[in-house]
């Protein structure tokens, strides 16, 4: 009996001591954290001083920052035919890179527009939502294209934040040779 | 008898009528008995000097280094001061229980015990050191090579910080062990004289039941040897590499090839300093006059001397080079021109009267005889040692190669309350441990009784005559 109560003891101290403590769903106890924690504000900190309480804070409106050029066409559909008449690729010939603009393409773009532009992406085949055109089916220029990824258009969203200029007409010279590639 | 021959010329090492009954009682006595009231006293001192500096030292940790006097310019000052102070003390010990038993001197029985002691006790506190002058002590562990998570992070082993943590940790390893060793057979003697149930199961447990047979002896004497043998290259190279802080850096006054060697003298000269201080007052409180005798004093005194000297010529050679060099930096060396005249004068010159001047009165034989005598100079170079390390790291980091980075230090009362619960806790240990440890190993005192007593050499004596 003893020898029995012994052995269970044993065991229960030999269980305890290999039992961790830790809580899958909190952060695991820290030993000495010294600078784990940033004294600097960091870009997507939570922010008690600052206004919407980050870090982040937009820039003041009509400031332009170094190395940007501001977008002169509306939010409208004024603004949509004027960008499809006027607005032209500012990149040379020799700063086309169709295998980035392709890159871009297929990791913005080609889940609803689909791999060939023809409005056959993975959203829409299984019919998350419809009414994605093909670009064979519409008018546009690169202009129209690069207001579109700007502003976007009735369904589709900007996506000005996720691309930056010479990104964006990467991917416009890219749409363009598909829409010629579904035209043939 | 007279089959043993000593020579007549050599002194009695123990005094008195003794037989070996005697010495037992006599080494048990203080164990034996209760502490009287100037015990405690003492006691009471060292406890709140002890507490006072775990005060200081809670202080720094919590609040940081900058509660001490340290500047941008000083970064050691008190801290490493103090450091290499205790270490230094610390070497007598092992020099008298290691190198002396090579060289088979007899006086060193008893001694030994006591030395090892201070030695272990004096490690303690400098330990403590490198711990609380780290900026951050808690991550102190980073100095061990230890597997790890960060992509198994080492050590550099090329700083000799890093050589102090393995010198000094295997220093009191070693001592401990040595210590421990020596003190099982009279351990055992305690144990077999107790007559309190709790005492002897203590000392039961402490003596490792050493029964004192012929083969346990004589491997005990192997072991002893072998251990004096590791021990005396090892007290050299700790203090080496203690030395190696600095005589490695490119400061002016500490790039010096002279460091180890002079270190390691000066280490010794301060350690029996210091167990000249220790004993003078325990050989009266614990009645051991009989043992710790005039010659044991004035033999100690000549290795003061000896390592006294090699120091002051040390002192010399500094100087001397500082000058000879034609650099223009060594002229602000803690051994050279601009140190007697500059700022730290008053330091450079406590440390050449307390550590030359004032030891050179041991040449007269009366005063190195002298149990007082002896006593007052031993704090002397307590003091002066102290200094000798206090100039060579602040006086060198105050001039440096920058004119623009001269400046002083001053001392808070932090470094100076952990300078004084080192003492205090020294003292703590010392106390307890002459209260409950046999403070002379009298086994190895029984073993020259008879060659050395002063009864026996009387009788061999009587009988060439």
């Known amino acids: 009996m003893k020898n029995s109560m012994t052995k269970l003891a044993v065991f229960l101290l030999v269980a305890v001591a290999f039992t961790s403590c830790k809580d899958n769903t909190k952060p695991y106890v820290q030993f000495m954290p010294d600078m784990y924690t940033s004294v600097a504000y960091e870009p997507y900190g939570e922010n008690n001083v600052l206004p919407n309480g980050m870090d982040s804070q937009a820039p003041v409106e009509g400031s332009i920052a170094r190395g940007q050029v501001p977008y002169d066409y509306t939010n409208s559909n004024d603004g949509y035919e004027a960008a499809k008449k006027e607005l032209k690729s500012p990149l040379s010939v020799h700063e086309l890179d169709s295998e980035k603009g392709k890159a871009l393409?297929?990791?913005?773009?080609?889940?609803?527009?689909?791999?060939?532009?023809?409005?056959?992406?993975?959203?829409?085949?299984?019919?998350?939502?419809?009414?994605?055109?093909?670009?064979?089916?519409?008018?546009?220029?690169?202009?129209?294209?690069?207001?579109?990824?700007?502003?976007?258009?009735?369904?589709?969203?900007?996506?000005?934040?996720?691309?930056?200029?010479?990104?964006?007409?990467?991917?416009?010279?890219?749409?363009?040779?598909?829409?010629?590639?579904?035209?043939? | 008898?007279?089959?043993?021959?000593?020579?007549?010329?050599?002194?009695?090492?123990?005094?008195?009528?003794?037989?070996?009954?005697?010495?037992?009682?006599?080494?048990?006595?203080?164990?034996?008995?209760?502490?009287?009231?100037?015990?405690?006293?003492?006691?009471?001192?060292?406890?709140?000097?002890?507490?006072?500096?775990?005060?200081?030292?809670?202080?720094?940790?919590?609040?940081?280094i900058g509660v001490w006097g340290l500047n941008k310019n000083i970064g050691w000052a008190w801290d490493?001061?103090?450091?290499?102070?205790?270490?230094?003390?610390?070497?007598?010990?092992?020099?008298?229980?290691?190198?002396?038993?090579?060289?088979?001197?007899?006086?060193?029985?008893?001694?030994?015990?006591?030395?090892?002691?201070?030695?272990?006790?004096?490690?303690?506190?400098?330990?403590?050191?490198?711990?609380?002058?780290?900026?951050?002590?808690?991550?102190?562990?980073?100095?061990?090579?230890?597997?790890?998570?960060?992509?198994?992070?080492?050590?550099?082993?090329?700083?000799p910080l890093l050589w102090d943590v393995f010198a000094i940790s295997t220093y009191l390893s070693v001592s401990l062990v040595f210590w421990w060793t020596g003190l099982l057979p009279d351990f055992a003697m305690l144990r077999d004289r107790a007559v309190k149930p709790f005492q002897k199961k203590i000392y039961a447990l402490l003596s490792f039941g050493w029964s004192g047979r012929a083969k346990d002896w004589q491997r005990f004497e192997e072991?002893?040897?072998?251990?004096?043998?590791?021990?005396?290259?090892?007290?050299?190279s700790v203090h080496t590499i203690v030395s190696m802080d600095f005589a490695t850096s490119i400061n002016p006054g500490w790039h010096s090839t002279i460091f180890p060697p002079y270190f390691v003298a000066g280490a010794i000269f301060s350690g029996f300093a210091m167990v000249q201080?220790?004993?003078?007052?325990?050989?009266?409180?614990?009645?051991?006059?009989?043992?710790?005798?005039?010659?044991?004093?004035?033999?100690?005194?000549?290795?003061?001397?000896?390592?006294?000297?090699?120091?002051?010529?040390?002192?010399?050679?500094?100087f001397f080079i500082a000058w000879y060099?034609?650099?223009?930096?060594?002229?602000?060396?803690?051994?050279?021109?601009?140190?007697?005249?500059?700022?730290?004068?008053?330091?450079?010159?406590?440390?050449?009267?307390?550590?030359?001047?004032?030891?050179?009165?041991?040449?007269?034989?009366?005063?190195?005889?002298?149990?007082?005598?002896?006593?007052?100079?031993?704090?002397?170079?307590?003091?002066?040692?102290w200094f000798e390390r206090f100039d060579i790291i602040a006086i060198v980091l105050s001039k440096g190669h920058l004119p623009s980075t001269w400046t002083r230090f001053e001392p808070t009362f932090v470094d100076v309350g952990i300078f004084i619960g080192t003492i205090g806790f020294f003292g703590v240990l010392f106390l307890l441990y002459a209260r409950t440890f046999p403070v002379i190993a009298q086994a190895e005192v029984k073993s020259i009784m008879k060659v050395s007593g002063e009864n026996y050499k009387k009788l061999r004596d009587g009988n060439h005559e």
């Open chain 2, 325 to 385: 060099t034609g650099s223009p930096y060594e002229n602000f060396t803690y051994m050279s021109v601009g140190a007697a005249t500059g700022a730290y004068g008053w330091a450079f010159w406590s440390l050449i009267l307390f550590n030359i001047l004032i030891p050179q009165f041991l040449w007269i034989r009366s005063v190195r005889r002298s149990f007082i005598g002896s006593f007052l100079i031993s704090i002397a170079i307590n003091i002066g040692m």
């Open chain 2, 80 to 159: 490493i001061t103090n450091f290499v102070w205790w270490v230094g003390i610390g070497h007598a010990g092992t020099l008298i229980s290691a190198v002396l038993l090579l060289f088979r001197q007899r006086w060193r029985m008893a001694i030994n015990r006591s030395a090892e002691a201070m030695t272990i006790f004096a490690v303690f506190q400098a330990g403590l050191f490198p711990l609380i002058h780290m900026g951050r002590p808690w991550n102190g562990y980073w100095v061990l090579p230890i597997p790890n998570q960060f992509g198994s992070l080492w050590v550099n082993f090329n700083s």
């Open chain 1, 105 to 184: 393409y297929t990791i913005y773009c080609a889940v609803c527009h689909g791999k060939k532009g023809d409005g056959q992406g993975d959203l829409v085949k299984r019919e998350k939502f419809l009414g994605i055109p093909n670009y064979k089916d519409r008018d546009i220029t690169e202009g129209s294209i690069y207001h579109v990824i700007m502003y976007g258009r009735n369904l589709m969203g900007s996506h000005a934040s996720q691309l930056t200029g010479s990104e964006r007409w990467q991917v416009v010279n890219y749409v363009q040779k598909l829409r010629t590639d579904l035209l043939k």
């Open chain 2, 223 to 236: 072991v002893s040897l072998v251990l004096a043998g590791l021990a005396t290259p090892l007290v050299l």
């Open chain 2, 277 to 318: 201080t220790l004993l003078g007052i325990m050989r009266k409180v614990t009645n051991l006059e009989n043992y710790i005798t005039r010659l044991h004093v004035e033999y100690m005194n000549m290795v003061i001397m000896l390592t006294g000297g090699i120091v002051a010529v040390a002192y010399a050679s500094e």
């Open chain 2, 1 to 64: 008898m007279s089959s043993h021959y000593e020579a007549p010329i050599r002194e009695p090492l123990v005094l008195g009528d003794k037989s070996y009954h005697d010495i037992t009682v006599d080494i048990a006595k203080p164990i034996e008995g209760k502490a009287n009231k100037n015990w405690y006293i003492a006691f009471t001192i060292s406890l709140i000097a002890f507490l006072w500096g775990i005060g200081c030292i809670s202080y720094t940790i919590g609040t940081g």
